[in-house]
């Protein structure tokens, strides 16, 4: 088992109990549970989640199985989790970390499973962290979010899968060989592309969702003894390091501190309801309007210095939907200049009827300096009215402000919580906190299933 990534990883996960997580892992990941449950209660109610919601339902619409949260709908535990994926990435205001989107891509596998076969509140939470643990060291393993997406793979539909499968595994409690077998089945399904971004297609909000299908029913298929390459990574042809990253791998980065990190810490929650790739770059024109005491009348103009892969991310134009302005850096710092605060009522629907709002995003001009890494972040040249000169660095974007390095508090996630859930009626949010809140002494999940019932 530990000759191969999968092994080793399906090894370690197998062996690995709710007794063996920090008190600080467990207090994130709920943090984490809280936050894509309720993005994933608003986003039940968009177009895109209602029409994947609506086609599976025509044709599998059951008694049984597991709930499709916000509605009164019953799946297979699979298509649940693929419908509660896409609700969960609908509006692009989900977690990130682990493989990309990761909540998006763990929770509703680890929670579909679990409904329909049995799991405590604890059994959920080493799920949950399995998948964003395992997530994020697949994604190691192919050089980061970084180099991973240069290659234009969309990390949330690739590596995704393989944290769902892991949630999923877990949450079946397979031994380390069947683990290692729902790894591989769903690292020979697995996929995702970036050619959404040319014409806003849906696929963008499908990609978690489908990681979560496909990793669900690798567990499901590997309980049951179909068999994975257990060399999903290093097979020399064929492999993941050989398919998707032109033979380069690094078990190494992969397997770091495996036990000792769970990689809960180095995920974020968003506190703007935009592409992560902006994060940084709101933080710094919001910084600077306070340091300075000025609105984005005393600006003339934002010149934004970003790499080729950032610059092909957040370019969107014309804006003329949600999803144009989530992948617009120009709209994120035009919203931010007029002292938006970057939540979802900004986006949708948009402000370009706002005079001021359009005149703040007119400043802003994108230009490509092939020398900046994704991760580097934006470079920010602000010129004032005065003729005034102001350069800022906006660093890396999953270090922005609600990481590890800028967290937000639970207080912070809370709030966010509540103002998604509370369109639902006024005690829809509080029975999601206090399920979240109690999952650690669950002895099942019908409070949390409660919390997540149509309205």
């Not at 995704?160 to 089945?185: P, T």
């Not at 849906?202 to 257990?230: F, N, Q, S």
């Not at 850096?329 to 919203?335: F, K, Q, R, V, W």
């Not at 906006?394 to 508090?409: E, F, V």
């Amino acid at each position: 088992m530990s000759a191969s990534l999968t092994g080793a990883l399906a090894s370690h996960w197998s062996g690995t109990t709710y007794a063996d997580l920090p008190e600080d892992v467990v207090a994130g990941i709920k943090d984490h549970i809280l936050d894509s449950l309720a993005v994933a209660l608003y986003g039940a109610r968009t177009d895109e989640a209602r029409s994947v919601i609506n086609a599976l339902a025509e044709v599998q619409d059951t008694s049984t199985g597991s709930s499709v949260w916000g509605t009164d709908l019953r799946l297979a535990p699979a298509q649940a989790a693929l419908a509660n994926g896409t609700s969960t990435h609908a509006r692009d205001f989900d977690d990130g970390g682990g493989a990309g989107h990761a909540g998006a891509t763990v929770l509703p596998a680890a929670i579909a499973v679990a409904e329909a076969l049995g799991g405590t509140g604890q059994s959920l939470i080493t799920a949950t962290v399995a998948g964003y643990d395992v997530g994020f060291r697949a994604l190691a393993a192919l050089g980061g979010f970084g180099a991973h997406t240069d290659r234009g793979w969309h990390t949330t539909g690739t590596m995704g899968s393989l944290a769902a499968a892991a949630a999923a595994a877990k949450s079946l409690d397979l031994a380390a060989d069947r683990f290692a077998d729902a790894l591989g089945v769903a690292g020979s399904f697995t996929g995702g592309i970036w050619a959404f971004k040319d014409d806003g297609a849906m696929t963008k909000r499908l990609h978690p969702g489908k990681a979560c299908e496909t990793g669900v029913d690798a567990a499901i298929l590997a309980r049951a003894g179909i068999t994975g390459p257990r060399h999903l990574f290093e097979a020399r042809w064929g492999g993941l390091f050989a398919t998707y990253n032109g033979g380069e791998g690094h078990p190494d980065a992969a397997l770091k501190d495996l036990g000792v990190d769970f990689n809960v810490a180095s995920s974020y929650i968003k506190p703007y309801a935009c592409c992560r790739g902006s994060h940084s770059a709101i933080d710094v024109v919001m910084a600077v309007l306070a340091e300075l005491s000025i609105s984005s009348a005393d600006v003339r103009n934002v010149r934004v210095v970003a790499g080729e892969t950032a610059i092909n991310m957040l370019s969107v134009s014309p804006i003329e939907t949600v999803f144009d302005a989530q992948f617009s850096l120009p709209y994120a710092i035009g919203l931010a200049l007029t002292g938006g605060k970057l939540g979802l009522d900004e986006y949708e629907p948009l402000r370009l009827d706002d005079e001021v709002v359009r005149e703040a995003v007119a400043k802003v001009t994108l230009e490509v300096d092939p020398s900046i890494d994704l991760l580097d972040g934006p470079r920010l040249e602000f010129t004032l009215t005065g003729g005034e000169k102001i350069v800022r660095e906006a660093g890396d974007p999953t270090d922005a402000k609600g990481s590890a390095k800028n967290p937000m508090s639970h207080d912070e996630v809370v709030a966010k919580a509540t103002a998604l859930v509370a369109p639902l009626g006024p005690d829809a949010a509080h029975e999601l906190v206090t399920a979240v809140d109690h999952l650690d002494h669950a002895p099942d999940l019908s409070e949390l299933l409660h919390a997540l019932r149509a309205r």
